[in-house]
């Protein structure tokens, strides 16, 4: 935290010695004097010192020095109470970038679009910041556009720029120029995506209290928000928050009455604007620089059929039409995968000006990390003696992750499928409504972002090695990196991996999230509050589990299904995926688990899947009937703990020598009933070896499928434990319901005599040809072949 307040010191420092007009009130070379001081420990101009010392008393007030009323802020910090100069504060970002991203069909484009999100996001906005004497476009394109706005600014601003937002402070009166800017820089370098952003100025004491009235003395305070009849009112309720069992009310105040209160008013303007209303007292059009493009019923279009064609790609396969939105993401895409210089010439050819820039794929980041955490070895482990490291390739397409490899034999089903992997984080509005500091803003935003590209990296290192794909252009073959990052910002990630890694994968990501966010205390859930009774939401042997120990998680939505399965059809439905998750997690919450969830499907043709993915379950898979059990075919989402579960399971099944016949079987038959399910795999069951069936038991029956009311087992059903749950709410309910509620006590009476019972059978038998597929002898001979050749 020290590093982070040092920063927030000087950022605001800054601000306050610019002053509230264009011009700083104090020459530059001042400012910088200060600021260089600031950074060194050493002393700071005498003219700025006592601006300084209102900075380090601001940052130094704690919870136990929060005033009990308004008028003890004048007492207390009568400096801070008489400053005049505000401090802008920025915040913007790209919108729909799904929208931008997916718009077109092919890879490469995508791959391209996030490629030019992610520069944008990552170094051109950083770079409006840079203080550096080098020369750099971006300082000629600022100058050029808003003439001292670069003057203004010191990287110390900056308080989080990721996840495709940025969030800053600003001398007063260059918040609407960084907002204009904000908004410019990407619609000039995409022409079609979509950004918004705001900016507004505080007093000093509202980094700290909040948001006051002109006349701070009106200002509702915590004497106030005590009194029991304003707590009653719903709008105090719903701005402020409702107390749980227990808690202080003036937590709810402390937490909103903070740095958080200002940020949430940039984020309202921010929804404003974004929706094209205009926000009031800001001297802005609606939205500044709106991206439009003319269109003709008669003319070319480009490959997205969206805006019209500029140039014809020739030397590209197929020679695609192009709008020059369109060619950028492609010639990005092409340099994000370090394609050859001949086969980006077509874009030189075409005689558009704009440049790419800097462009570093996440395969080289990912090389990076490889180096850092000397794992070289371990990745590169799988390649022959005379292929070196650096001659492994990024994949070229989806086609090469899904392709025969090392772990896949050309004659698996597997081949020719691959995985999307789509992750957010747990908890994070909850816990940001409770950060009441620009520097907990600024730690929280680095400390997740950190953790969730590590966790991808390390999850990536350890399930996946270099494979071999066949070459296009001759009948050689080419190592490649398996894994395609389409993005990472702030706690998102989508990425496509190959198929039979891919709940490994996932799982990893889910797990390292957590763990290396509990290596800080801030996100621990202290040993008072961790719960024991938070296992018992897990199906899969819950003694096993451990208890939640880390306030925020991931959720991850998983979809295998074949490589040329349209991409925004596949993004949509790990979307859903995702989704489901996340209603999964919270959920979960009334067990006290705070840990991640995953949800997956299996999908072997493009149209088994007409509507949404809980319509297709609830309607397909689900089944019941008067006074019979309810029967779920399927148990996703599941816990981090289960899908551990699930994928030993899977292993133990194919250990066993299961026919896979008699697996299909099995699953038909779960439709047909509980009882002819049961009678059916047991009767499969006992047809097996001794050590096949002791597998089976410890791995399938034990650990999953355990009988509530006797020591037996409903192999292959499990009885929903969150039916359970809601089975004894209502059971309480109808014991209050009076005597007139006839009807409802009917319903309830009716439900209660149902039992709920899921199986995890359908989704094995899903998974079962993507579950530890190893090395076999025809890639062995294969590899032999290609050291003897080389």
Request: hydrophobic share 35%; proline share 5%; net charge positive.
């Amino acid at each position: 935290m020290p590093h982070f307040q040092s920063r927030i010191t000087t950022a605001i420092s800054w601000c306050l010695a610019w002053g509230n007009k264009r011009e700083p009130n104090f020459d530059l070379p001042v400012l910088q004097q200060m600021r260089h001081a600031l950074q060194t420990g050493g002393d700071v101009p005498e003219v700025t010192r006592s601006l300084v010392e209102q900075v380090k008393e601001l940052q130094g007030i704690t919870d136990e020095d929060f005033p009990q009323k308004i008028a003890q802020l004048q007492d207390k910090y009568p400096n801070l109470w008489n400053q005049t100069t505000r401090i802008g504060l920025v915040y913007g970002g790209a919108t729909k970038i799904k929208q931008y991203v997916f718009e077109a069909a092919k890879i490469q484009d995508i791959r391209g679009a996030s490629a030019i999100l992610d520069r944008i996001n990552l170094h051109d906005l950083q770079d409006f910041f840079d203080t550096s004497q080098k020369p750099h476009p971006i300082s000629k394109w600022l100058n050029r556009h808003f003439p001292g706005l670069k003057a203004a600014l010191i990287p110390e601003l900056v308080i989080y720029s990721t996840g495709g937002n940025i969030l800053a402070f600003c001398p007063a009166a260059y918040v609407h120029d960084l907002a204009n800017a904000i908004e410019r820089r990407y619609t000039e370098e995409t022409l079609n995506a979509n950004s918004c952003a705001v900016g507004d100025t505080f007093r000093l004491l509202e980094i700290r209290f909040g948001l006051l009235q002109n006349s701070i003395e009106e200002t509702k305070w915590l004497d106030w928000y005590q009194d029991k009849k304003t707590q009653a009112d719903p709008l105090v309720e719903a701005y402020y928050g409702c107390p749980e069992p227990g808690q202080d009310c003036s937590e709810l105040f402390k937490n909103r009455k903070s740095f958080n209160e200002l940020v949430g008013k940039l984020a309202s303007a921010f929804n404003k604007r974004r929706s094209g209303n205009d926000v009031e007292n800001v001297e802005r059009p609606s939205r500044r620089y709106p991206p439009m493009f003319e269109t003709h019923p008669y003319l070319q279009r480009d490959d997205t059929e969206r805006r019209n064609a500029v140039i014809k790609a020739q030397g590209l396969p197929k020679e695609p039409w192009f709008s020059e939105a369109l060619a950028r993401k492609r010639i990005v895409g092409q340099q994000t995968k370090l394609e050859n210089q001949q086969s980006q010439r077509w874009y030189r050819r075409s005689g558009f000006d704009w440049r790419p820039g800097l462009v570093l794929s996440w395969v080289t980041r990912f090389k990076l990390f490889l180096k850092d955490t000397k794992q070289q070895k371990t990745y590169y482990q799988s390649l022959p003696k005379n292929v070196p490291w650096y001659k492994v390739r990024e994949s070229r397409n989806l086609e090469d992750i899904a392709e025969s490899s090392l772990n896949t034999p050309s004659h698996d089903v597997t081949n020719g499928f691959v995985a999307y992997i789509y992750a957010d984080g747990n908890n994070m509005g909850g816990y940001i409504q409770k950060i009441r500091t620009p520097e907990e803003y600024q730690k929280f935003s680095q400390d997740v972002s950190d953790a969730t590209t590590l966790s991808v990296y390390a999850a990536i290192a350890k399930h996946l090695k270099p494979r071999i794909v066949k070459n296009s252009t001759d009948s050689d073959f080419l190592w490649v990196h398996p894994f395609e990052i389409i993005t990472i910002g702030g706690d998102d990630v989508l990425l496509v991996v190959p198929a039979d890694k891919a709940l490994e994968i996932a799982h990893t990501i889910g797990e390292e999230f957590e763990k290396r966010l509990t290596q800080f205390q801030d996100y621990q859930i202290p040993e008072s509050q961790q719960d024991i009774k938070s296992v018992e939401c897990h199906r899969y042997s819950p003694e096993k589990a451990q208890v939640s120990q880390c306030k925020l998680s991931m959720s991850i939505g998983v979809l295998i299904t074949a490589y040329n399965t349209p991409i925004y059809y596949a993004q949509k439905l790990t979307e859903q995926l995702l989704k489901s998750a996340k209603a999964r997690a919270k959920d979960l919450k009334k067990f006290n688990y705070y840990g991640g969830t995953v949800d997956f499907l299996v999908m072997k043709s493009v149209t088994m899947i007409s509507s949404k993915i809980n319509s297709f379950r609830q309607e397909g898979l689900t089944k019941s009937g008067k006074n019979k059990p309810t029967l779920k075919l399927y148990a996703a989402p599941y816990t981090l703990h289960e899908l551990e579960g699930l994928l030993q399971t899977g292993k133990a099944l194919k250990k066993s020598g299961f026919p896979r016949s008699q697996l299909y079987q099995i699953r038909s038959l779960l439709e047909q009933g509980k009882n002819t399910a049961i009678l059916n795999y047991r009767y499969f069951r006992v047809r097996l070896g001794s050590e096949q069936q002791k597998l089976l038991q410890e791995q399938f029956e034990d650990a999953w499928c355990q009988a509530v009311t006797n020591p037996g087992n409903l192999a292959p059903w499990i009885f929903d434990k969150n039916a359970i749950f809601i089975k004894v709410v209502l059971f309480i309910s109808l014991i209050l319901l009076s005597q007139r509620e006839i009807q409802l006590k009917y319903i309830i009476l009716n439900y209660l005599k149902k039992s709920t019972y899921e199986t995890i059978w359908r989704e094995l038998v899903d998974l079962y040809p993507f579950i530890e597929v190893t090395e076999t002898a025809d890639t062995t001979q294969l590899l032999k072949a290609m050291e003897t050749n080389q």
